[in-house]
């Protein structure tokens, strides 16, 4: 694993002995526990995140215009709108 980021915390002692505890019974560094548990609580929040959250978060809420009861209506709006497309083609 090469550093790209030095990372310097300041933990409590209950948190301190805590992972030291992982740190005898898995037989990793400091380092490694830390790595471990921070990869881990990245995956774990990005997946639990609600997809209207994170589209929130990221500005792609509104950001469009149309009818307000879209997300409702979409399927009647779709099959109008295809109906109408097919149609036109048979004439």
Avoid: W
């Avoid at 992972?19 to 830390?34: D, L, P």
């Avoid at 978060?57 to 409702?72: A, F, I, R």
């Amino acid at each position: 694993m090469t550093a790209a980021f030095r990372l310097n915390a300041r933990i409590d002692a209950d948190l301190a002995a805590r992972v030291k505890k992982v740190q005898q019974r898995t037989g990793k560094s400091m380092t490694e526990v830390i790595h471990d548990a921070l990869n881990k609580y990245c995956l774990d929040s990005s997946e639990t995140q609600p997809l209207g959250a994170l589209l929130h978060e990221v500005g792609l809420t509104g950001c469009v215009e149309g009818p307000s009861d879209l997300s409702t209506t979409y399927k009647k709006r779709l099959s109008s709108s295809l109906s109408v497309k097919t149609s036109n083609k048979r004439r």
